[in-house]
């Protein structure tokens, strides 16, 4: 049996979710009581209407700093969902994120001080841009997370030629879909080889076959993510 963790919904979810935690991080001289109600309210309107859905897992994008994400993680280990996803892979933004998570240390410091915080399961999603991946999952699992999820986008560029600069404002970003999913399978291998803890594998999934081939690697559950917006219907294919 193939276990399908939706990453997306619906696109619209998927942008207001992440505005809600750009919100949290931008704001941080309002008092915690605030943010709370603020995270609350926004999780209750998003759930009401729609029914109780199985999972609800809260995933952390941003952080510029260990005592943002500690901070975001003290507030969601109070609320009503399953689990944490706790992203140090951001290609995205110009601090935070990759800044933690492409060293031993840093993915090791930035776990063990949210762990410290947070009672719910964990998961720490980490980026293919290092020399060894199988070392920074190792990390994930001695700073005693639950699970590590793999991989984020790879760090790509495109220049506009006739403007002669990036296209992107922050002048690289991430790379996903199809043409990352080789990459990603043979790093879910590799990590399938070092850690015990369960491996959420990710990258460039589109079909049954690609959710099998990422088992077969060593994961224990697949993620769809880019594939949903190539067609809202990936992961219900994926599983027939």
């Known amino acids: 049996m193939i276990k399908i963790q939706s990453k997306v919904k619906n696109e619209t979810q998927c942008i207001h979710r992440r505005k809600r935690f750009m919100w949290i991080t931008d704001n941080r001289k309002k008092k915690e009581e605030d943010i709370y109600h603020e995270i609350n309210t926004g999780w209750n309107q998003r759930s009401s209407g729609m029914g109780k859905s199985r ?17 975001l993680c003290r507030i969601l280990n109070t609320l009503d969902i399953d689990g944490v996803e706790l992203n ?16 031993y240390e840093g993915v090791k410091q930035v776990t063990t001080e949210v762990r410290k915080v947070l009672d719910k ?4 999603k980490l980026t ?21 999820s793999l991989i984020n986008t790879l760090l790509g560029m495109k220049i506009d030629i006739n403007k002669r600069k990036p296209v992107l404002a922050n002048n690289t970003g991430g790379l996903s879909g199809p043409a990352i999913k080789p990459v990603a399978v043979r790093m879910v291998y590799q990590v399938a ?8 594998g990710m990258g460039g999934i589109i079909n049954g076959d690609d959710a099998v081939e990422f088992m077969l690697a060593g994961a224990k559950a697949i993620s769809i993510g880019a594939g949903n ?3 809202p219907y990936t ?6």
Do not use: H, W
């Not at 999972?55 to 901070?71: F, K, L, M, P």
């Not at 399961?121 to 720490?124: E, G, R, T």
């Open 55 to 71: 999972y609800q897992t809260a995933g952390v994008r941003c952080g510029s700093s260990i005592e943002e994400y500690v901070e």
């Open 88 to 103: 140090l892979s951001c290609p995205n933004v110009k601090a935070g994120c990759m800044a933690f998570g492409n060293t």
């Open 121 to 124: 399961p964990l998961i720490v």
């Open 128 to 148: 293919p841009n290092v020399t060894d991946i199988a070392s920074i999952a190792k990390a994930v699992e001695d700073a005693g997370a639950d699970g590590v």
């Open 193 to 200: 080889q070092a850690v015990n803890i369960p491996i959420l």
């Open 229 to 231: 917006f190539i067609d």
């Open 235 to 240: 992961s219900v294919n994926t599983v027939k």
